[in-house]
T-cell receptor, first 111, second 114 residues
Framework: GDSVTQMEGPVTLSEEAFLTINCTYT??????LFWYVQYPGEGLQLLLK?????DKGSNKGFEATYRKETTSFHLEKGSVQVSDSAVYFC??????????FGKGITLSVRP | NAGVTQTPKFRILKIGQSMTLQCTQD?????MYWYRQDPGMGLKLIYY???????DKGEVPNGYNVSRSTTEDFPLRLELAAPSQTSVYFC?????????????FGPGTRLTVL
């Protein structure tokens, strides 16, 4: 079945540091890939998405590129801010149209 | 525009009690979903619905029931609460595009079963 693997957390960075959060997936066919973010006390909200190979999703300074050859969708940001502190989930939508989530990773950014 | 709303925000139940978690969306979305979020485990799909009158099981349906009498509402019922159902529950909805696109999540209900 479909699965998403995220790097182990938590991650703690200083403000303006570079961020990479790894995500790899297993799926049949051609899934769509997503990053969702969950701020403290809130529900999940879509951060960015990519629907086909080599697509790059971007939003709020975050980027992720759909790499079919490595089955990856790593999230990056060049300079994190304290306000980026949240839990980040990688997810895929497979052939059955349901979302499969990774376990999530907590990011804390220090001033 | 309220989006997806859930009530209550918090609830403590005793073992064996029952309750209904409410979910309403005002975006006229056909698809609605219930997830549970356990610490360090991501989100697991409990039930989903592709339209009024149509529901189906997700990955972890045992101990839960749902109904979908209207497009807007998708309540989740726990009949005999058990400690294993202690979790945060999220409702989500999406439009009926092919395939269904971005899911919009409610703020969640934190349930504790003692």
């Amino acid at each position: 079945g479909d699965s998403v693997t995220q790097m182990e957390g938590p991650v703690t960075l200083s403000e303006e540091a570079f961020l990479t959060i790894n995500c790899t997936y297993t799926a049949t066919g051609y899934p769509s890939l997503f990053w969702y973010v969950q701020y403290p006390g809130e529900g999940l909200q879509l951060l960015l998405k990519a629907t086909k190979a080599d697509d790059k999703g971007s939003n709020k300074g975050f980027e992720a590129t759909y790499r079919k050859e490595t089955t990856s969708f790593h999230l990056e940001k060049g300079s994190v801010q304290v306000s980026d502190s949240a839990v980040y989930f990688c997810a895929l939508r497979g052939a059955n149209s349901k979302l499969t989530f990774g376990k999530g990773i907590t990011l804390s950014v220090r001033p | 525009n309220a989006g997806v709303t859930q009530t209550p925000k918090f609830r403590i139940l005793k073992i064996g009690q029952s309750m209904t978690l409410q979910c309403t969306q005002d975006m006229n979305h056909n698809y609605m979903y219930w997830y549970r979020q356990d610490p360090g485990m991501g989100l697991k799909l409990i039930y989903y619905s592709v339209g009024a009158g149509i529901t189906d099981k997700g990955e972890v349906p045992n101990g839960y029931n749902v109904s979908r009498s209207t497009t807007e509402d998708f309540p989740l019922r726990l009949e005999l609460a058990a400690p294993s159902q202690t979790s945060v529950y999220f409702c989500a909805s999406t439009d009926g595009g092919r395939p269904p696109d971005t899911q919009y999540f409610g703020p969640g209900t934190r349930l504790t079963v003692l």
